[in-house]
């Protein structure tokens, strides 16, 4: 069974940091190419960051490139997004997933997701 939990969510003030973490399984890990999404109630899931299987490959929606970095430790099965310079429009339910080639999600299963808010 297809698995995801996420954490590291949490009020911070507008300027701050914070680093979400997702523990997958259920599904082949090392070569899975990996996303975090976001969404805020009533609305769609959106993409936030794509990382390749290996990690070596890495893209961003425009809105958060240079505040955002996503990276994962194979060997734990883990995808991290470290979120720097957070804003007020950053408030949203993250969550992650295992992503196809055009950045959408490959299993229909989700995690609780892990709430960031921002607000001063």
């Known amino acids: 069974q297809v698995r995801f939990l996420e954490s590291g969510g949490g009020l911070v003030q507008p300027g701050g940091s914070l680093e979400l973490s997702c523990a997958a399984s259920?599904?082949?890990?090392?070569?899975?190419?990996m996303a975090w999404y976001r969404q805020a109630p009533g609305k769609e899931r959106e993409l936030v960051a794509f990382?390749?299987?290996?990690?070596?490959?890495?893209d961003y929606v425009e809105s958060v490139k240079g505040r955002f970095v996503i990276y994962r430790d194979n060997s734990r099965n883990t995808v991290h997004l470290q979120m720097n310079s957070l804003k007020p429009e950053d408030t949203f339910r993250y969550y992650c997933?295992?992503?196809?080639?055009?950045?959408?999600?490959?299993?229909?299963?989700w995690g609780q997701g892990t709430l960031v808010t921002v607000s001063e």
């Open positions: 997933n295992a992503a196809d080639s055009q950045y959408k999600p490959q299993f229909e299963d």
């Open positions: 259920g599904f082949d890990f090392r070569f899975s190419a």
């Open positions: 990382i390749s299987s290996g990690g070596s490959f890495t």
